[in-house]
């Protein structure tokens, strides 16, 4: 059974920083792109970013470029999303998922991050 299990949210003052954790199973973790997605209240859900665990190869949306860095521990089957210089509007539920993600993808419960201004 495939599982993408989400930890690591929290609550943090603007400017300040976290580190989300990914922990896969069931399947064979270097043969995928995983990514960060996150969905505020009241918005669609957003890809934030991807990472192809083979080679590292990484993409970022612009809103989070130069703040956030996605990397994963192939040995660990655990990729992570360090998160500095928080913003208020970076308050989502955070998920990951495989990049991009399938039309009737299972999100789970995800990890809450909120950003106090």
């Known amino acids: 059974e495939v599982q993408l299990v989400e930890s690591g949210g929290g609550l943090v003052q603007a400017g300040g920083s976290l580190r989300l954790s990914c922990a896969a199973s069931?399947?064979?973790?270097?043969?995928?792109?995983i990514g960060w997605f996150r969905q505020a209240p009241g918005k669609e859900r957003e890809g934030v970013a991807c990472?192809?665990?083979?080679?590292?190869?990484?993409y970022y949306a612009d809103s989070v470029k130069g703040r956030f860095t996605i990397s994963s521990d192939n040995a660990k089957n655990t990729v992570y999303l360090q998160m500095n210089s928080l913003k208020p509007e970076d308050t989502a539920v955070y998920y990951c998922?495989?990049?991009?993600?399938?039309?009737?993808?299972?999100w789970g419960q995800g990890t809450q991050v909120t950003v106090s201004s």
């Open positions: 990472i192809q665990s083979s080679d590292g190869s990484t």
């Open positions: 069931g399947f064979t973790f270097d043969d995928y792109t």
């Open positions: 998922a495989p990049c991009p993600p399938s039309s009737d993808e299972d």
